[in-house]
T-cell receptor, first 114, second 114 residues
Framework: DAGVIQSPRHEVTEMGQEVTLRCKPI?????LFWYRQTMMRGLELLIY????????DSGMPEDRFSAKMPNASFSTLKIQPSEPRDSAVYFC????????????FGPGTRLLVL | AQSVTQPDIHITVSEGASLELRCNYS??????LFWYVQSPGQGLQLLLK??????LVQGIKGFEAEFKRSQSSFNLRKPSVHWSDAAEYFC????????????FGTGTRLTIIP
């Protein structure tokens, strides 16, 4: 298996632009997670899905952030408009089943908003 | 809400020496505990996890962790470190079985010197 795939790996954009991060989970996994990692706040869970349905989005920082999972093999995290404070590494992870099953992380997208 | 504390931001160890990374959690019941490792520029990889039973848990890469309820701790150990163990290590907690929301500690960066 190829593991969790994220694209792009690096993104540089200007403040005010729309940013879309993409994730392909491991085939057969029914949970998908989006995390953000910064020096100041560490690793934070933004949102997670079960069977393509958002279960908990309490970690999404504000309305500028949105996430979708149109099917079992694809998810997006969108920031519109982007701000410099959104600069971070964004990770996608997936797991099979509930009950603390191992979450497998993608390599991350490093986002820099100028 | 549960929380995880990793009191050591950075630890330096000589190759071949033993290692212990500290993790303390705050939660009323027995949570589900995890250790993840992040190599530079990579996503996180699960080292081991504890749900119940034997309080000494064996993981991958020769790591082990011991759950101590009386001390609210879940420290990670390795008897002899290798240069390839240089990475950042994260302790994480889920409040109960079936809850997928992991709360991560701030991480401990491990440096190995020859």
């Amino acid at each position: 298996d190829a593991g969790v795939i994220q694209s792009p790996r690096h993104e540089v954009t200007e403040m005010g632009q729309e940013v879309t991060l993409r994730c392909k989970p491991i085939s057969g996994h029914d949970y998908l997670f989006w995390y953000r990692q910064t020096m100041m706040r560490g690793l934070e869970l933004l949102i997670y899905f079960n069977n393509n349905v958002p279960i908990d989005d309490s970690g999404m920082p504000e309305d500028r952030f949105s996430a979708k999972m149109p099917n079992a093999s694809f998810s997006t995290l969108k920031i519109q408009p982007s701000e410099p404070r959104d600069s971070a590494v964004y990770f996608c992870a997936s797991s099979a089943g509930a009950g603390g099953e191992t979450q497998y992380f993608g390599p991350g997208t490093r986002l820099l908003v100028l | 809400a549960q929380s995880v504390t990793q009191p050591d931001i950075h630890i330096t160890v000589s190759e071949g020496a033993s290692l212990e990374l500290r993790c303390n959690y705050s939660y009323g019941a027995t949570p589900y505990l995890f250790w993840y490792v992040q190599s530079p520029g990579q996503g996180l990889q699960l080292l081991l996890k504890y749900f119940s039973g034997d309080t000494l848990v064996q993981g991958i890469k020769g790591f082990e962790a011991e759950f101590k309820r009386s001390q609210s701790s879940f420290n990670l150990r390795k008897p002899s470190v290798h240069w390839s163990d240089a990475a950042e290590y994260f302790c994480a907690v889920a409040p109960y079985f079936g809850n997928e929301k992991l709360t991560f500690g701030t991480g401990t960066r491990l440096t190995i010197i020859p």
